[in-house]
């Protein structure tokens, strides 16, 4: 039974780390795949075996080599000094994230709550500071309430789309665009999305004993994202094209279903965008601790100040500028992911030098120990 309530909190929080901003607003769907009209079918269902394949890869190599951040992870992959710069990369993209993610919450309050703009962001810096103080295990909590009542939603929306006029455009809809963008603009999705959930991932991954329950709830979470992507796809398509006026399209679908079905997606939509932004934030910290000799408890405020000040140029802007950019780069973290080999797996319970901690992990421990120990007399020696 613990192993199943494990799994089911992965892919919870798998799902809820890519559920984000332009995800539960419905930007990313439409500039990602709804836009190309019926070929966004196929390249969902790629879109969909990438998040299963390369998510589940991703979280079995933190845990058997040990990597206790993101850093580690990309250390293992491209090496010491270039893991280092692309770590480094990856916290700048996921500060201009964590920037989008508060915009949106923002457009949320602005645009269909008819709260001031301001607001939405001073709401969502306010819960996710003191969130934040629970660490990981309050974004795994907030992940298995959320993602399950956004995922009866989706169903809620499919069902009530088949009744309506346009309902199958979904498979004919025309597009200007080109075969080759369509198709490379699933990997640009995937390659971006798996690149900023590295940040929860490894260290979920790290803390995790059962490697099956991270093998299901891999598999299980990149299932679920596909299943939402489609449910979108398939309400916004019928709305074509008046729909890309909105900059929480599918907070215009929601409105169709009633007022008090709307409030609470739109709910639903500023809490995946709240636990969004508070895993990133969560991830960025960390690393910034590392990198900053300022005091660890002005790390966090500062980095949501930075956010907010960001936040101030409007979330379908930010989104239209820099995810195809962050996209494009991550696809060279994706390539080095999809070359990596696993490592070998850790060793059983109850065999030697095993707690359930990868074996990687523990060599490097134990090198350290004996490096301690060897410089030591050597230095007193010499005095």
């Known amino acids: 039974m613990k192993s199943h309530v494990r799994t089911l909190q992965i892919a919870f929080t798998y799902i809820g780390t890519i559920v984000g901003a332009g995800f539960a607003t419905g930007q990313e769907i439409l500039r990602f795949f709804t836009r190309y009209g019926h070929w966004a079918l196929l390249t969902i269902m790629l879109s969909t075996v990438l998040f299963i394949w390369l998510g589940t890869k991703m979280m079995v190599i933190a845990r058997r080599t040990g990597a206790d951040s993101y850093e580690d992870f990309n250390r293992h992959l491209f090496g010491e000094k270039t893991g280092s710069r692309i770590s480094l990369f990856t ?39 003191i969130l934040l103080k629970r660490g990981i295990s309050g974004i795994m909590q ?23 006029p346009g309902a199958e455009r979904f498979l004919f809809l025309h597009t200007d665009h080109s075969t080759f963008s369509a198709w490379m603009s699933p990997l640009l999705y995937t390659a971006f999305n798996l690149g900023m959930a590295q940040a929860v991932l490894v260290p979920l991954a790290r803390h995790t004993e059962d490697e ?20 979108a796809h398939f309400a916004m398509s019928s709305q074509m094209p008046g729909i890309l006026q909105y900059e929480v399209p599918m907070g215009s679908i929601a409105f169709r279903l009633g007022s008090i079905v709307q409030l609470i997606y739109l709910l639903l939509i500023f809490l995946e965008i709240f636990s969004t932004f508070v ?37 379908s802007s930010l989104l239209g500028l820099f995810y195809p950019i962050f996209g494009a780069l991550a696809l060279v973290w994706v390539s080095m992911l999809l070359r990596a080999p696993l490592s070998p797996p850790p060793r059983p319970p109850g065999s030697s030098g095993s707690d359930g901690m990868g074996t990687d992990a523990k060599e490097r421990d134990k090198k350290k120990g004996i490096t301690i120990v060897a410089v030591k007399p050597v230095i007193r020696g010499r005095k």
């Not at 008819?114 to 607001?119: E, K, N």
């Not at 992940?143 to 009530?160: A, D, E, H, Q, R």
């Not at 099956?212 to 449910?231: E, H, K, P, S």
């Open 142 to 164: 907030l992940n298995s309430l959320v993602v399950p009542l956004m995922l009866t939603l989706s169903l809620i929306i499919i069902f009530n789309t088949f009744g309506l």
């Open 91 to 129: 916290m700048v993209i996921l500060i201009g994230v964590n920037s989008i993610m508060l915009a949106g919450a923002g457009a949320i309050f602005q645009e269909h709550l008819g709260f001031p703009y301001q607001a939405g962001l001073l709401i969502t810096l306010f819960g996710s500071f």
């Open 212 to 231: 099956q329950a991270l093998v299901r709830g891999g598999i299980l979470g990149g299932i679920g994202i596909g299943f939402m992507l489609l449910a």
């Open 279 to 315: 895993a990133n934030i969560y991830g960025v910290s960390v690393q910034l601790q590392q990198r900053l000799p300022v005091a660890p408890a002005l790390v966090t405020p500062l980095l949501m100040l930075f956010c907010y000040l960001f936040s101030q140029f409007g979330f």
